[in-house]
């Protein structure tokens, strides 16, 4: 019923710049909080950024200041701009969104499939 659909990984060499965008479709009434995740080799899954429908963002201590990220909500999409890439940057990263479908009175928590970002020293 809802798709999370991320775009923009790839290779880049550290000290470069990538940006991620992340959909949202199907059948959606309204949309919380969206972020973005990344799982690095052997790491557990981790929160980079998170935007409220208010406009307050939340970073990692570790991107601060090298990652942005921003929405649209008439495209129900979000944006990650990280620049200054460095090679622990390197992962899986992922979408969240809380999301409220038509006719369900609560928000539930989505994925996207993952996109891989490889930062090269």
């Known amino acids: 019923q809802v798709q999370l659909v991320e775009t923009g990984g790839g290779l880049v060499q550290a000290g470069g710049s990538l940006r991620l965008s992340c959909v949202a479709s199907?059948?959606?009434?309204?949309?919380?909080?969206m972020g973005w995740y990344r799982q690095r080799p052997g790491k557990q899954r981790e929160l980079v950024a998170t935007n409220t429908p208010g406009g307050r963002t939340n970073y990692v201590d570790s991107v601060k200041g090298r990652f942005t990220i921003s929405r649209d909500g008439a495209k129900n999409t979000v944006y990650l701009q990280m620049n200054s890439l460095k090679p622990e940057d390197t992962a899986v990263y992922y979408c969240n969104a809380q999301i409220r479908l038509r006719a369900v009175d609560v928000y539930n928590d989505y994925w996207g499939q993952g996109t891989q970002v490889t930062v090269s020293s």
């Open positions: 199907g059948s959606i009434f309204s949309i919380n909080a």
